[in-house]
């Protein structure tokens, strides 16, 4: 029997190969990818099957790893000793990180990308309790073309997400892929 990552790619490949709809809005073009928690490092591992079976059906691949963002972030502020000493001030500057996050996205994208591609997203467990990882795949997906792919730790119970099994959670409009 196929492991978990292995059924997740099958069930990708099996939607990445069909023809697109180019009339679709910004949110119904965005796919989330939902995977056990447990299985992020193998996923992350795997990730280059992903972008393997993007390009087999003729989309182009682009992929932003967030895993360093918020530290990244950051050590880019000017006179970061405060927040170390007092943690709550960050609170007032997570809008300005998501801003400064979705340029950076944004910026990064090849100028050669369009409605055929895929700007995959990953690690995005890594800004739980940092920003709405909800509005920023909105805040992407309205400014890409192509498709944009989450892959998200943690689960789907109707049309609600929780990320790593918070109790909270976010409903979607994106085309849902899971084992």
């Not at 697109?20 to 073009?29: D, F, T, V």
């Not at 000793?81 to 340029?103: A, I, M, N, W």
Request: glycine residues 6%; aromatic residues 12%; hydrophobic residues 40%.
């Amino acid at each position: 029997m196929a492991d978990r990552i292995s059924k997740l790619l099958e069930s990708y490949e099996s939607h990445i190969s069909i023809q697109w709809n180019q009339l679709l809005s910004a949110e119904e073009r965005a796919v989330i990818v939902v995977y056990d928690k447990a299985d992020e490092l193998k996923l992350q591992a795997r990730l280059g099957e992903f972008e393997l079976a993007t390009k087999t059906h003729q989309h182009g691949w682009q992929h932003y790893d967030l895993s360093d963002a918020f530290p990244n972030w950051m050590m880019n502020q000017k006179r970061i000793t405060p927040y170390f000493k007092r943690p709550g001030l960050l609170k007032t500057k997570y809008s300005y990180f998501f801003e400064d996050l979705v340029e950076q996205i944004i910026t990064n994208i090849e100028p050669s990308h369009t409605e055929k591609d895929v700007l995959c997203l990953s690690s995005c467990g890594t800004l739980f309790g940092f920003l709405s990882i909800s509005d920023l795949l909105k805040a992407i997906s309205k400014r890409v073309t192509g498709r944009v792919v989450l892959f998200f730790p943690g689960e789907k119970i109707d049309n609600v997400f929780r990320l790593l099994d918070a109790t909270d959670g976010w409903g979607y409009q994106a085309t849902t892929i899971s084992n």
